[in-house]
């Protein structure tokens, strides 16, 4: 038992110390939310999308009149959640060119339509939790997830401005221990003369929400973005537990069938 235990130990440490040492933050696993609170989270993270996402990114598979689907009416998209002229049957686009994008921020803003199934709901959560401020970058922002991000972090002024700390440790092994000591987002970089960063975020400037106002705003739209991914998806999930009920009843109906065509023959 022991030995499994260590084992295991084991393992598990060599699992983290390899994702460390490729050089990937360790990220923050998103809050789920309850079936109950599921529309009105999902609702939110629409009008989050909408409001700070949709100028740069697309959702070029999602419709707008699908939001329907969340409970809210036709008239509530339109003055909520649209605000160009696009028709209410219309998917998610924007005016912004690929080749204006590219030119603008050096790399053009992905549709966001199936980013939740590409990168996981933990990744984009940790992600949009990331962002800190750096002079050396172009648009003067960074991420701890996705090192020189060419977005900028299109919601400082409610997360408030995050700074950077890095500190230096001889080996990887010191480094290590360091970074499953720390709270939170971290990420381990090897750096010249076999020597490691550990880089994890602290409080800067506050912004206009809480940290927890600001996590939970950021889960509604991981929600949000994790839905328009698969909006089938509790369809999906309810038909195919019918389909199985369906096949177990005919299953015992079938059998009973056959039980008494083949009574005569014993
Ligand atoms: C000012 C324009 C702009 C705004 C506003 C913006 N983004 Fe971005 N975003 C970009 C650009 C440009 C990239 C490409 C970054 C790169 O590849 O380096 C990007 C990349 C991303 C990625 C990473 C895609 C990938 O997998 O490579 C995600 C996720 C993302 N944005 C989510 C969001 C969310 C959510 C919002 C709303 C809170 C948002 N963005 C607002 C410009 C923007």
Do not use: I, W
């Given at each position: 038992m022991n030995l499994i235990v260590r084992f295991a130990g084991g393992f598990l440490l060599a699992a983290a110390g390899v994702a460390l040492?490729?050089?990937e933050a360790r990220l923050i696993p998103a809050p789920s939310v309850s079936g109950f609170e599921r529309d009105a989270s999902l609702q939110r993270g629409a009008r989050n999308f909408a409001n700070y996402c949709?100028?740069?990114?697309?959702?070029?598979?999602?419709?707008?009149?699908?939001?329907?689907?969340?409970?809210?009416?036709?008239?509530q998209i339109k003055d909520n959640l649209m605000f160009a002229t696009e028709k209410i049957g219309g998917t998610m686009t924007v005016a912004m060119t690929t080749a204006d994008a590219t030119a603008w921020f050096g790399?053009?803003?992905p549709d966001l339509s199936v980013e939740a199934r590409v990168r996981g709901k933990d990744w984009l959560y940790s992600y949009l939790l990331a962002f800190y401020r750096d002079d050396k970058t172009a648009t003067g922002w960074n991420n701890l997830?996705?090192?020189n991000v060419a977005m900028p972090h299109a919601l400082w002024s409610l997360s408030g401005q995050k700074k950077l700390v890095d500190i230096e440790y001889e080996d990887r092994d010191k480094a290590e221990a360091a970074a499953v000591a720390a709270k939170g987002l971290v990420l381990v970089e090897?750096?010249?003369?076999?020597?490691?960063?550990?880089k994890t975020l602290t409080e800067g400037t506050p912004g206009a929400l809480t940290n927890v106002e600001y996590e939970r705003f950021v889960s509604d739209l991981v929600n949000y973005l994790d839905y328009i991914s698969e909006p089938v998806k509790n369809d999906r999930i309810n038909i195919g537990i019918v389909v199985l009920i369906f096949l177990g009843v005919l299953f015992a109906l079938v059998y009973a069938l056959k039980r008494d065509y083949w009574k005569e023959l014993h």
């Open positions: 040492a490729q050089g949709l100028n740069c990114h697309s959702a070029q598979y999602m419709r707008y009149n699908r939001l329907t689907d969340l409970g809210l009416t036709e008239a790399a053009p803003p997830v996705f090192p090897p750096a010249v003369g076999g020597k490691y960063f550990v």
